[in-house]
């Protein structure tokens, strides 16, 4: 099975940037997804790695040490509707699902 | 762009009674999911189906869930005699393939409370 831990809540300002961990343990490793979820809605892709390294896509970058277990999403310029649950889900090899973790709730202040 | 589309939005039902709920995937994707969340939990992986059958399932999707794709378009989840346990949203997933590089998209989740 997989173990997934991110921090439960951040707080940070708008304009500044919040990083946010994840650390996991699986039995055979096949990709690393993090997705938004405001309340009450469905989450929605952010971005994936399966190989080691940093992936920017506009505001939002995600990094990847495989041989840590160890990811971190990274949120730049924070906007007020950037405030929202980060969820970070692995796939195991061979494996059709998701894992999630239980989410960090990020929220941003004026 | 295409989504995922799921009805109803919101489900009342009984304790005991059968439940049926609805997911239309997007249209060229080939694996289709169903996920839960309970109020204030993580989202929990329950079911994924491809070429007709199913190709995982956790442990809470026991006797009670089932799933079918009657048509081209729709993939629904039953859940045959509800228990409270069972309120949650629950959420269809679809994605073109299991493969690394293709992401789930979730639909917009169907609040089921069972009283």
């Known amino acids: 099975g997989q173990n997934i831990d991110q921090p439960t809540e951040m707080t940070a300002t708008e304009g500044a940037i919040v990083q946010i961990n994840c650390t996991y343990q699986?039995?055979?490793?096949?990709?690393l997804f993090w997705y938004q979820q405001h309340a009450g809605e469905a989450p929605t892709f952010l971005s994936y790695?399966?190989?080691?390294g940093l992936e920017e896509k506009g505001r939002f970058s995600s990094f990847l040490s495989r041989s840590k277990g160890y990811s971190y999403l990274l949120l730049k310029e924070l906007q007020m509707k950037d405030s929202a649950s980060y969820l970070c889900?692995?796939?195991?090899?061979?494996?059709?699902?998701?894992?999630f973790g239980a989410g960090t709730t990020v929220t941003v202040r004026a | 762009e295409p989504e995922v589309t799921q009805t109803p939005s919101h489900q009342v039902t009984q304790m005991g009674q059968e439940v049926i709920l609805r997911c239309v995937p997007i249209?060229?994707?080939?694996?289709f999911y169903w996920y839960r969340q309970i109020l204030g939990q993580k989202v929990e992986f329950l079911v994924s189906?491809?070429?007709?059958?199913?190709?995982?399932k956790s442990e809470i999707f026991d006797d009670q869930f089932s799933v079918e794709r009657p048509d081209g378009s729709n993939f629904t989840l039953k859940i045959r005699s509800t228990k409270l346990e069972d309120s949650a949203m629950y959420f269809c997933?679809?994605?073109?393939?299991?493969?690394?590089?293709?992401?789930?998209?979730f639909g917009p989740g169907t609040r089921l409370t069972v009283t």
């Open positions: 790695n399966v190989l080691d």
């Open positions: 189906f491809y070429n007709n059958e199913i190709s995982e």
């Open positions: 889900a692995v796939r195991a090899f061979r494996d059709y699902k998701l894992s």
């Open positions: 249209s060229n994707h080939l694996y």
């Open positions: 699986t039995s055979g490793f096949n990709g």
């Open positions: 997933a679809s994605s073109e393939n299991k493969g690394l590089i293709y992401e789930q998209y």
